[in-house]
């Protein structure tokens, strides 16, 4: 059984940064899939950002492409989330995922093991 564990949270004003990370418990950690979701209160989860197993392959949903950076560490078994020019859109409750396959992917029923989530808070 993998568990997840979501850091880094918190509150940022407008156009700040901040950085998620997720610790992940399992040993094959480095041939999981990873992902990023979040979900804003009133909506449904949404993809955010997903890395392959070597972090060679990256995604991301469209209204975060070029400010934010997922990235991953197989030697600590954590992924991160680098979230830099912030808007209050972003704010959302923000999930980590994990699949039993080494490829990215987008879609929630891809994703095996979740996190409980960590809270992002964009102030304007």
């Known amino acids: 059984q993998v568990q997840l564990l979501e850091s880094g949270g918190g509150l940022v004003q407008a156009g700040g940064s901040l950085r998620l990370s997720c610790a992940s418990s399992g040993r094959t950690f480095k041939y999981y899939g990873m992902g990023w979701f979040r979900q804003a209160p009133g909506n449904e989860r949404e993809f955010v950002a997903s890395?392959?197993?070597?972090?060679?392959?990256?995604t991301y949903t469209d209204s975060v492409k070029g400010r934010f950076t997922i990235s991953r560490d197989n030697a600590k078994n954590i992924v991160y989330l680098q979230m830099s020019s912030l808007k209050p859109a972003d704010t959302a409750i923000y999930y980590c995922?994990?699949?039993?396959?080494?490829?990215?992917?987008?879609?929630?029923?891809?994703?095996?093991?979740w996190g409980r989530g960590t809270q992002v808070t964009v102030s304007s």
């Open positions: 890395i392959n197993w070597s972090g060679g392959t990256t």
């Open positions: 995922a994990a699949r039993e396959d080494v490829m990215i992917a987008t879609m929630e029923a891809m994703y095996d093991y």
